[in-house]
C-alpha cells in the first residue's frame, strides 16, 4: 500500500464547490457538523482516502462487515452552494502526515474545482458554554468583513496556542496554493461531545453559503448530552468527581 | 537491511491454501492456535520474514544459538484445506509498519495461491469467560453464512473499537486485493494467556477447513493457566491484588 | 508539501555576513536575544522556512488573519558587521529532523556568504541567577581567545551534557561544512523566561561584532519577569509551591 | 546530511580482524570494556560514523570544543589478533534506526577484512554480583567450544529477553552475511557501573583472542564504584532510598 491511496466513487460535475473539513477534535464539534451536513442534505460520497497515517485499523458494521479505516469526501448539492464536505474518523499519527494529509485533501478539492475551504472545529473555553459564540480565524484579510456578516467572531490572537491539525493547515497550506480559507470554531467547554457548538457553527455556515440544513437529529443529540451533561453536574456536586475525570468523558 | 527481506526456505506446491494469520494480541489467543496447528499439523516451515519494523532483537535458544526475530510462514497440510500459518513474536512498531507489513504478508499468500484469509485473536471479556464464544468479522458479507453454521457468532458493531493491527488489516487490506477475510476472535478474559480460547477458535476452524487436531498439549497448557487463574483469584479474595496488577499478567 | 520549503522574500546583499541563531530553549534565552536584534535593528526579512518537522499548526495575528508555523531569516544591518538572524517558534520534531533542518539553515546562511554562526542560548543553572555569565563552546580552538576578550567564560567539559538540539548542530554540522561557529549560553535559572540572561549574551555579541542595540523593551520585559518571580518566591516562601510546580512556568 | 555520514580518518592493513562492538548498554559493561581495550591498547582511530539516528547534539571537551556526537572505530593491535574496536555514546533512536546502524557498522568491518565479531555488554541479575560469570550467546553452533574453553557460561534460553539492541543485532545481521558473531554478556547488578564486569568480560577476551592488557585503570574505576556501592548500601540500611532510586544511579 502507498502511503495515501484514493479511491474515485463517483465524480458529478459540480459548481465551484466549498471544501468542508470536519475531522475529530476538541468537542467533535467539526466532526459532528460536517457528518451532519452529510446525513441531511443531498450527498453522494465521492472519494475515500486510505493513509497509512491513519491507525492499522478496521471498523465492524452492524452486519460484522469489516471497512479499512479512511477518510471520505461527499458531494452536498444544496439550494446555495455545492458542498465538498470531508470527515473521517481521525488525524494524522505525526507531523510529517499532517502535512501529507492535508496536501492530499486539498488536491483532491482542487480537482473538484473549489478554491475556498471552510475548517470546522471547536475552541475550548473550559467551562460550560450558554451562548455558542462561533469564533473565526482567516487566511485572507478580506474573508473578515463577510464572516463578521453572519456573526462570527474574530478576537485578536485568539485562540491563543493557534489552530493544531488538519483545519490549522487548511489555512495554511490552503494559503500557500491559493485557497481562500477560513476556521471557523465553536465555542465549547472541551470536556464533552457538544452538537450544539455544531449547531451553532452549521448556522452561521448555512447563512454564509445560502443553504438550510435540518437540525433535527443534532437536536436529539444535544438532549441526549444534555442529560450526560446534568448527570455529571450532579456527580459534582457530590464529593467523587475531579475536573480530571470529567475531562476524559466524550 | 532492506525495510522488509524475504527467505525463501521451502516452496513445496499448496492447493489453493488459506492464509492463517496469529501474530501476538489479546491474551495470545491467535498466536497460541497458530503455533498450535504448526506444532501439532503435518508442517514444513516456507518462509522468514524478516523486517527493520520488529524490535532489533535476537532470541537466545536453548544452545545458546541466536536467532534474529522474524515471522515465519509454515505450509500445514491437512486432510482437509491447505494452510499456510503465518506466526511469529512481534506486531510492527509503527502505523506505516503494520500496513506495509501486512501488504507484504498478502503478498506472500498470494504468491502461494491463497485468496483467502482468516486472521485469528482474542477480544476481552473484562471478566473470566465460562463459554467460549467466538466472535467474527468479515469483509464481504457473503461469507457470513458459512461462518454462523460453524459456530461463530456475528453482534452488530463488535468489537466496538474495530480491529487493530495486523489482523484488521488483513481484513481492511486483503479486501482491497481481491481477499475473501474473516477474523475470528475468541473471547477471553484479557488478563492472562487463553488457551481454551484459542481452542475454541480452532474448533471453528477445524469445522469450517475440515480438517483435525489433536489439543492434547493446548489442554496441558490451559491446566497450566487455569492453575494460574486459581491462585490469581484466591489472592483476589485475600486483600492486596488491584485489577491493575491483574491486567498485566501474562 | 516537501519536507522544507524556503520562500525566498528578499535577497539584499549583505558582506560577509554572520549567522545568528535563536530558536527556543532553556529560558528562551536565544529566542529573546534573537527577537530583539530582529525588533531593535534595521532588519528587512529575507527568507521564511516550512518544514514538516515544526507541528501541523497556525498562528493567529490581532486580525485574526492565520499563518502557517515557520522559521525567519532576518537580514540585520549593524554598523559593524551584517548579520543574518534566524527565530523562529519550534525546534524540529525528530532527532533526524533536527539534523536536516540545521544543514537547510547552514544552506541558506551559506547562500547569503556566511562562514561564521552563533547559536544563542541558555544554560540552566537551577537557581535565581544574580551575576549574568555567559558560556562558550567553539568548533574551532582558535576562536576561544576572542571570545575571552569579549567576556564569554569557557569551563571544561561545560555543559555537562554537551548542547543540544539546534543550537548544537550549528557547531557540529557547521564544522563539517566550514563554518567557524559557537555558542553562547547565557547562565539563567532555567525556571522562568529570562531577558536579563538574553541582554547578557547581546552584550557579548556587541563588544565581538561591533555593533550596539537599545535595550529599552528588553529592560521592559525584563522587570516584568522580575514581578512574576517576586511572586513566585514569595508563594515559595508561603507553604504551597513545589519546585515541580515553578520548573513549568515561563 | 546524510542518514549516515563515514569520516575515513585512517586506513591501516589489518591482519584478519576481529570487530568488538562496546556501545552503552546493561552497566556500561560493553562499553567500558572497549573502550578499555582504546585506551590501554596500541590504538588507531580509523572512522568516524556520523547518523541522523543519535541525539542532535555535541559534546564539549577541555578546551571548550564542541565535537558533533559519532560512534568511532580504533585499530587495536595486539601481540594477538588485530582487534577493529567500535565505541560511542549512543545507541540508534528507533528500531529501523537499529538495523541501518548495525549494517553500517558490519561495512565498515568489512571493508577491513573482518568476518568475526564480539559484542561486548551486560546482563542484568538484579542484585549485587560476587563472582562475574561471562555468559554467552552465539550465531553459530560451532562456536561454543571455544568459548566455553575460556570459561564462558551458556545457559539454555538465556538472556531470557533475548539480546536488544546493535549487540543483538551483530549476531542477526552479521549471521545474514557471513560473519562468526558471539555476544559475551558479564554479569552485574544493572544498577551502576561496572567496571568489574567490564573486566570479566575482557579477561575472557584475552584469552580468547590471544592477548594482554593492563588494568590499572579499570581497577581504579572499580575502587571508586565500590565506595559508590558502598555509601548506597549504607543508605539503604538507613530508612529512606527506595530501589526504584537505585535503579536510576549510574
New interface residues.
Given amino acids: ?1 502507498k ?1 495515501i ?1 484514493i479511491d474515485e466513487v463517483a465524480t458529478p460535475e459540480l459548481d465551484d464547490p466549498v471544501l468542508i473539513e470536519g475531522l475529530p477534535g476538541v468537542g467533535h464539534v467539526g466532526k459532528l457538523a460536517a457528518e451532519h451536513l452529510v446525513e441531511e442534505g443531498d450527498s453522494t460520497l465521492v472519494r475515500r482516502l ?1 493513509t ?18 479512511c477518510a471520505e469526501f461527499h458531494a452536498v448539492e444544496t439550494e446555495g452552494e455545492d458542498l465538498l464536505v470531508l470527515t473521517g474518523d481521525h488525524q ?5 502526515g ?3 494529509l ?2 492530499a485533501f486539498l488536491d483532491v478539492a482542487e480537482a473538484f474545482g473549489a478554491d475556498r475551504a471552510f475548517a470546522l472545529g471547536g475552541v475550548p473555553t473550559g467551562e460550560l458554554v450558554e451562548e455558542y459564540t462561533v469564533l ?6 478580506d474573508m ?1 468583513a463577510d464572516l463578521e456578516d453572519v456573526g462570527v467572531e ?6 491563543a496556542g ?5 483545519s ?2 487548511v ?3 490552503g ?2 496554493r491559493g485557497f481562500d480559507a477560513a ?1 471557523m470554531m465553536g465555542e465549547t467547554s472541551g470536556y464533552l461531545v457538544d452538537p450544539k457548538s455544531a449547531r451553532a457553527v452549521l448556522e452561521v455556515l448555512e447563512d454564509l453559503l445560502d443553504f438550510e440544513v435540518d437540525f433535527g437529529t443534532l437536536e436529539e443529540r444535544a438532549e441526549e448530552m444534555e442529560e450526560v451533561a446534568g448527570k455529571i453536574q450532579e456527580m459534582q456536586e457530590g464529593p467523587s468527581v475531579s475536573e480530571d475525570e470529567l475531562r476524559y468523558i466524550g
Avoid: W
Fill in positions: 500500500m502511503e491511496e486510505y497509512t497515517e491513519f491507525p492499522p485499523q478496521v471498523t465492524v458494521d452492524d452486519e460484522g462487515v469489516a471497512e479499512l479505516t494524522a499519527a505525526s507531523n510529517d499532517h502535512y501529507k492535508t496536501s473565526g480565524a482567516i487566511n485572507d484579510a473578515r474574530f478576537r485578536a490572537d485568539e485562540p493557534g489552530i493544531v491539525g488538519v490549522g493547515l489555512l495554511g497550506l494559503d500557500r476556521c
